[in-house]
């Protein structure tokens, strides 16, 4: 990572919203007061340095920090702007000598001093844009505080700035009363700074080590930093060039260790011995554990932990609970002591946890294992892993029965945990190699039956064929050993969830039968949830049977969460929102939040975080509005960028994109998409060969004929068909006017199989057109007009495709009513098919397809110039913009030129209002 000269890292991660909010203020030339709050290292100073550099020309800009002991320095704040701006001389500051004499002259009044300062300010400012900033105000003197409630009172462009840490401000300190006297005088906008998430995180050690990095290491060193960027920073920085992984493991460095201890300075010997045993307790500290092993009474150790609170050491987490407000303190106190007294109260806690009647086993644990307790700790952990297993803490399940396997290494029942714990927490590998060993080891047909189970969803996750098939086979001889009862019947479930992720519909179904028979006869109600999930979702994917799919899905998904079986809830939800909608899109997307929730519940990553996004993406879709339906896959992507997912499936967040992005007409986006997918394995056969073919025809590219022959030989390979993908790549193929012989061929192959009716229709309209045959290409169009099943954008196409046939017959009026109802299924759409409309309408003598759009109060941009305007409205720069949309700077710079142009404006400032008009 490279760093600043302060000590930051070039890249400002999870503060986008806050830099957009001060931009937005900047640009709304009235007078605007912020208030930045944050615990010491949260990024204030780094907020405010990223912002400045984005601020229009003409404004100036002023910028004091306060220091420790300020409060002793009038006027300090001002004088150290004015000083930064380069305004300080030996004799006072250039142009208002008379008003810095006046402001540090001791023996003038309060009032003609703090008159002195505003002149100042206004002599440096003048009727120019401007921004002020005070720094640090929990160490302003009285008189800066003073100074900068009376500057918000200035009229004109000016946004006034305040940074301050809340932790350090007392009810006798002066910036307490101004926050007080601010908030009943002024509209303050308060921007409080969070730690980082995991998330960001992960994405901030990607960029220091110029690649993802693992979940594990990711969630490790958020964890030991709380997701304090300056703590997570200097730790890199104590260990630049090392790999990250090993960062994990390294002591604190000297430096850090000392600027956190020096928080604990001045405690009594009993405070002390408090505080080293609170720093030993863990991440969680009930105050009766604390009472237990420090014996100290109650009186004492509500005095102790008081003052640790106020000086920010601890915080109250909970009802008699507390934990360190930076989890590098506990680490820093707890590396200066002696190792037999860290034992000495380990096992104090671990005696007391014992005596108790309801403890957390991840404490029991955690303290048996550092007293060197082997058994207990065994014992704790698989308590522990199937408790949080059960409220769907998946990675602390893990982490627990890894603890547990550490000294008992054959133990079934943590293999089991481990196992399911880290699949559903997106390790692949990890749950893989913990569910052979599973298999390996079971002794009895249940645990080889359920590690067999989880071996066959793993192979198919991990796009492993080969693998299912064996698994497959093993289930299906381990079947025909058992008698008819609960482990034959869960292994039946077994078999129809490996055929239903085949394709393999007849098996599917009839391995789904037999388990709801056994079910039925010896009364397992999770097994006939189970195989109701294979039955629902293999006939949900037919068109002939899709409406009882769904019912069956629907109808069992109450019964699934009542019986806390997450997992399933979550996948049936999953498989509802893939079919077309029966109801609402607010219905469906009701169904989409349930299905986060269940899988939340069951720490079911994948469907938690990539699968709903994406679905946020398939509504947007859903709605006609392209632009929401990338911006919904750009909020995915980032979620997964930061992270390496051993063993998962390809980032089919940026397949979809690319997709979608082909639809916008950004080609040169699909292109850099594309070389990240071809260093990814897992990729289905037909997906490089298609966006290859796809983008080649969209892009004029002479390779198109010869790209052909890779998606006919990927279609080969592939047992299922896509209504959706035929009409893409047949659109491609006609829109670069390939022999017409080929794409016949085309259509041939990506029809032979099971398509939505509508899809077919639609497709072999395009064909008919192909071959001359008008009549059946218009009755083709025409018969999806209302399609259910097909989105408004697609049928805006079959609209556009229709008037184009009538306009060849001489049907004017008929060919106008098509093109204009095409034009309001595509009026939040863009790219070729709106260009195609546009052609038809040209023809016609009709405006284009979004100047129609104008008159009814749409804005003329492109899906894509929309996007960016939208943001640009929100205050980011050409920079930030190129981040969030993964484009360059020179890119972010042309979409900025094009929208200033097409709205009529001059500046970025008047965007916003370009768009509310």
Not at 298 to 315: A, C, F, M, P, S
Request: hydrophobic residues 45%.
């Amino acid at each position: 990572m490279r760093f600043l000269r302060d000590g930051a890292s070039q890249s400002m991660i999870g503060r986008d919203h806050e830099l957009r909010q001060l931009t937005r203020l900047v640009a709304s030339g009235r007078p605007q007061v912020a208030i930045v709050g944050g615990e010491p290292g949260i990024g204030k100073t780094r907020l405010i340095q990223e912002f400045l550099p984005t601020l229009p020309e003409g404004n100036v800009v002023l910028v004091g920090h306060a220091e420790p002991g300020s409060l002793a320095r009038p006027y300090e704040l001002l004088l150290d702007a004015i000083d930064g701006a380069g305004r300080l001389t030996s004799r006072g500051v250039l142009g208002v000598d008379a008003e810095v004499a006046s402001l540090v002259d001791p023996g003038r009044s309060p009032v003609e001093r703090l008159h002195a300062g505003l002149d100042i300010v206004s002599r440096l400012v003048g009727d120019a844009p401007s921004v002020l900033v005070f720094e640090d105000l929990h160490w302003a003197d009285s008189e800066s505080a003073a100074l900068f409630e009376r500057l918000a009172d200035r009229p004109g462009a000016h946004l006034l700035i305040g940074t301050y840490r809340p932790g350090e401000v007392t009810s006798r300190h002066p910036v307490s009363a101004l926050l007080e006297r601010m908030e009943r005088r002024h509209a303050v906008t308060h921007l409080r700074l969070e730690r980082l998430t995991t998330a960001e995180t992960a994405a901030m050690l990607a960029i220091a080590g110029g690649r993802p990095v693992s979940y594990r290491t990711a969630v490790t060193l958020h964890n030991r930093t709380g997701g304090n960027p300056f703590f997570l920073e200097e730790l890199l920085r104590a260990y630049e060039g090392q790999d990250l992984e090993a960062v994990c493991e390294q002591p604190l460095p000297w430096s850090l260790a000392e600027v956190l201890r020096r928080q604990a300075t001045g405690l009594d010997p009993a405070g002390q011995r408090i505080l080293e045993a609170a720093a030993l307790l863990g991440h969680r500290i009930p105050f009766d554990l604390l009472a237990a092993v420090t014996k100290a009474g109650e009186d004492e150790l509500i005095d102790v932990l008081r003052e640790l609170v106020q000086r920010g050491v601890l915080v109250e987490s909970g009802d008699d609970e507390f934990t360190f407000r930076h989890a590098l303190l506990r680490e820093a106190i707890t590396g200066q002591m002696l190792s037999r007294q860290r034992r000495r109260l380990h096992e104090a806690a671990l005696e007391a946890l014992l005596a108790a009647d309801e403890v957390d086993p991840a404490l029991v644990a955690h303290h048996a294992e550092a007293a060197g307790r082997y058994d207990d700790m065994v014992a704790a952990a698989r308590r522990g892993a199937a408790l949080y297993l059960s409220i769907g803490s998946a990675y602390q399940a893990l982490q627990l029965s890894e603890m547990g396997l550490e000294e008992e290494g054959d133990d079934l029942e943590l293999l089991s945990a481990a196992a399911r714990a880290a699949w559903l927490a997106g390790l692949l590998d990890d749950a893989a190699e913990y569910a052979r060993k599973w298999r390996d080891l079971a002794t009895t047909s249940t645990d080889r039956a359920d590690a067999l189970y989880l071996l066959i969803r793993l192979a198919w996750e991990s796009d492993d064929t080969t693998g299912m098939e064996s698994w497959t086979t093993e289930i299906e001889q381990l079947i025909a050993t058992l008698p008819p009862g609960a482990d034959q019947a869960r292994a039946m479930t077994a078999v129809a969830q490996s055929a239903m992720l085949r394709d393999r519909v007849d098996e599917a179904l009839l391995w789904s039968d037999r388990a709801l028979a056994l079910a039925a006869e010896f009364d397992l109600p999770a097994v006939r949830l189970a195989a109701l999930v294979e039955k629902g979702s293999t006939l949900a994917e037919q068109p002939a049977t899709a409406e009882e799919g769904r019912a069956i899905l629907a109808g069992m998904i109450d019964e699934a969460e009542k019986l806390g079986e997450w997992v399933l809830a979550a996948r049936a939800l999953y498989n509802l929102v893939q079919m077309p909608p029966s109801e609402s899109l607010a219905d469906q997307a009701e169904v989409l939040e349930r299905m986060r929730v269940d899988a939340e519940r069951a720490g079911f990553e994948s469907l938690a975080v990539a699968a709903y996004f994406q679905g946020r993406a398939r509504i947007a879709m859903r709605e006609g509005d392209l632009a929401a339906a990338i911006a919904a896959l750009d909020e995915g992507r980032t979620r997964d960028r930061g992270y390496v997912l051993r063993g998962r499936r390809a980032d089919y967040h940026s397949v979809f994109l690319a997709g979608l992005s082909l639809e916008a007409g950004e080609l040169r986006r699909v292109t850099a998409i594309l070389a990240e997918l071809r260093s990814q394995p897992g990729l289905s056969p037909l997906v490089l060969p298609g966006l290859d073919f796809h983008l080649a025809c969209r892009s004029s590219d002479d390779r198109a004929i010869e790209l052909l022959d890779g998606v006919l030989a990927a279609l080969a390979q592939l047992p299922w068909r896509s209504g959706e993908q035929a009409h893409d790549l047949i659109t491609a193929a006609l829109y670069a006017g390939l022999p017409r012989e080929r794409v016949r061929h085309l259509g041939e192959v990506m029809l032979d199989g099971q398509l939505w009716d509508d899809w077919r229709e639609l497709v072999t309209a395009q064909l008919a057109e192909l071959a001359g045959d008008d009549d059946r290409a218009l009755r083709g169009y025409r018969a999806v007009f209302d399609s259910a099943i097909l989105p408004p954008s697609v049928r805006g196409t079959a609209h556009t495709l229709a008037a184009r046939r009538l306009l060849a017959a001489g049907q004017n009026a008929g060919a106008t009513k098509l093109a204009d109802k095409a034009a309001d299924l595509l009026s939040r759409w863009g790219g070729w098919r709106v260009a195609q409309l546009d052609q038809v309408r040209a023809q016609l003598g009709l405006a284009p397809a979004h100047s129609r759009a104008v008159a009814n109060g749409v804005v003329p941009l492109t899906p894509r110039e929309r996007e960016v305007a939208l943001l640009v409205a929100e205050g980011l720069t050409n920079a930030e913009l190129a981040r969030r949309l993964y484009i360059s700077p020179k890119t972010a710079a042309v979409h900025v030129s094009s929208i200033l142009h097409k709205l009529g404006v001059a500046s970025r400032t008047e965007v916003a209002g370009a768009l509310t008009r």
